[in-house]
């Protein structure tokens, strides 16, 4: 298996961009996170899907974040409009049934 | 609410030496515990994972750690260090929500392995 992919790898943007994050979960798992990494804060939980479904999005800072899952194979994270405090390294990780989540190499966001 | 406690920012061992990575944990019952490591530009990779089995869990690349109730600690150990195994290690716990667990991550440490 190829395991989690995320596109970009790297994104540099102007603040008020839209960003749009993607990531394809590793065939099979029905459980899908999305995290925020910075020095700062850490590893953040944004949100997570189960079979497509938003679970919990408690983690999403605010409304310019939006997430969705349109397939078992397939979701994005999307930012509009990107400010620079949004600069951060951003990951997907995806598991099937359980807590032994499965990581992208992350999308590193850059908004000047 | 669960919560994990990495006692180093920052460890530096030599090659060949042993590396033990403090963790402390926080839970109101038993928890899922475990470690991740980071590479540079990497993704995280699971090293091990505790489910209230064997207290002692053997993981990836000679990597283990102990679960220890009474003193409520996970540290994670191995004999002899490596140059690749320099990295940015999470000690994580879950945190049972609906039919899934949330993984609370710890603050990291960073290991340095010098010649």
Redesign the interface.
């Known amino acids: 298996d190829a395991g989690?992919i995320q596109s970009p790898r790297h994104e540099v943007t102007e603040m008020g961009q839209e960003v749009t994050l993607r990531c394809k979960p590793i065939s099979g798992h029905d459980?899908l996170f999305w995290y925020r990494q910075t020095m700062m804060r850490?590893?953040e939980?944004l949100i997570?899907f189960?079979n497509n479904v938003p679970?919990?999005d408690s983690g999403m800072p605010e409304d310019r974040f939006s997430a969705k899952m349109p397939n078992a194979s397939f979701s994005t994270l999307k930012i509009q409009p990107s400010e620079p405090r949004d600069s951060a390294v951003y990951?997907c990780?995806s598991?099937l049934?359980?807590?032994?989540?499965?990581?992208?190499?992350?999308t590193r966001l850059t908004v000047t | 609410a669960q919560s994990v406690t990495q006692l180093d920012s920052h460890v530096s061992v030599s090659e060949g030496t042993p590396v033990l990575l403090r963790c402390n944990y926080s839970s109101s019952y038993s928890p899922s515990l475990f470690w991740y490591v980071q590479h540079p530009n990497k993704g995280l990779q699971l090293l091990l994972k505790y489910t209230s089995a064997a207290t002692l869990v053997k993981g990836i690349n000679g990597f283990e750690a102990e679960f220890k109730k009474s003193e409520t600690s996970f540290h994670l150990t191995k004999p002899s260090a490596h140059m690749s195994d320099a990295a940015e290690y999470f000690c994580v716990v879950s945190d049972s929500f609906g039919n899934t667990d949330k993984l609370i991550f710890g603050t990291g440490t960073r290991l340095q392995v010098f010649p």
């Open positions: 989690v459980y850490g590893l939980l997570y189960n679970i919990d990951f990780a598991s049934a359980g807590v032994e989540q499965y990581f992208g190499p992350g």
